[in-house]
C-alpha cells in the first residue's frame, strides 16, 4: 500500500521568505510522486513530479521538490514566496495504476 | 494547451435523485478517474477506469455509483440515488499513462439537498 504524510496542517510565512513544505510517502516500490495546488475554489494544479528521474525536480512558479530516498521523503520548496503562493498543497503519490494518493493537504499563508 | 474539461461547474439535486456528472478528459490519454472532496476534507479516490473498464475501485464507490465512456471522448459518472454525504467536489482527471502526472478539471460542485 502507498501512503504519503504532510507533517504540517498549516505553515505560516512572510513575503519573500523561504517556502518548506514537508512530505514523507511510503511506497512499496520506487514511487511517482507529484505537488499539486489548489486556490480556493479552484480545481488542482500540477507543480511538479517525480518520476525516477533527477531527484531534484523543478516546478512552476519557482517551486521545487528534492526525492529523498533515505529519508523517504518529497519536501517541497521556494526560496522566496509571494502572495499568489497562498493556497493548499497536497502531495501525491501514484500507483502503477496511475491511482493518485493524497495527503491531507498544507495549507500556506503568506503574510504581507 | 490541452485540459480536462467539467460539466457543469455547479449542480444542485435533491436527495435521491440521478445525477450524471459529465467530463471530457484530454484526448490522447488512456487512464481516467474520479475524485471526491467534501468540503474541508482530503482528496479522495473513487475509481479508475483503464481500456473500456473499471480498473480500481475504492470502498467509497458503491453500487449507487457507476462510470462510463459512452463515446470516444466523454467519462461520466453516475450517482443513482443521492444523498446528503454525497455533496462534495468532484474531480475527474486523466492521464497517458498510469504512473505519469494525472490531469484534474476543474470539479464539480454537487450538494444535495
Known amino acids: 500500500a502507498q501512503s504519503v504524510t504532510q507533517l504540517d496542517s498549516h505553515v505560516s510565512v512572510s513575503e519573500g521568505t523561504p517556502v518548506l513544505l514537508r512530505c514523507n510517502y511510503s511506497?512499496?516500490?520506487?514511487?511517482?510522486l507529484f505537488w499539486y495546488v489548489q486556490h480556493p475554489n479552484k480545481g488542482l494544479q500540477l507543480l511538479l513530479k517525480?518520476?525516477?528521474?533527477?531527484?531534484l525536480v523543478k516546478g512552476i512558479n519557482g517551486f521545487e521538490a528534492e526525492f529523498k530516498k533515505s529519508e523517504t521523503s518529497f519536501h517541497l520548496t521556494k526560496p522566496s514566496a509571494h502572495m499568489s503562493d497562498a493556497a493548499e498543497y497536497f502531495c501525491?503519490?501514484?500507483?502503477?495504476?496511475?491511482?493518485?494518493?493524497f495527503g491531507d493537504g498544507t495549507t500556506l499563508t503568506v503574510k504581507p | 494547451e490541452p485540459e480536462v474539461t467539467q460539466t457543469p461547474s455547479h449542480q444542485v439535486t435533491q436527495m435521491g435523485q440521478e445525477v450524471i456528472l459529465r467530463c471530457v478528459p484530454i484526448?490522447?490519454?488512456?487512464?481516467f478517474y474520479w475524485y471526491r472532496q467534501i468540503l474541508g476534507q482530503k482528496v479522495e479516490f473513487l475509481v479508475s477506469?483503464?481500456?473500456?473498464?473499471?480498473?480500481?475501485k475504492s470502498e467509497i464507490f458503491d453500487d449507487q455509483f457507476s462510470v462510463e465512456r459512452p463515446d470516444g471522448s466523454n467519462f461520466t459518472l453516475k450517482i443513482r440515488s443521492t444523498k446528503l454525504e454525497d455533496s462534495a467536489m468532484y474531480f475527474c482527471a486523466s492521464s497517458r499513462q498510469g504512473r505519469t502526472e494525472a490531469f484534474f478539471g476543474q470539479g464539480t460542485r454537487l450538494t444535495v439537498v
Open positions: 501525491v503519490v501514484n500507483t502503477n495504476a496511475g491511482k493518485s494518493t
Open positions: 511506497s512499496s516500490y520506487s514511487p511517482s
Open positions: 484526448s490522447n490519454h488512456l487512464y
Open positions: 477506469f483503464y481500456n473500456n473498464e473499471i480498473s480500481e
Open positions: 517525480y518520476t525516477s528521474a533527477a531527484t
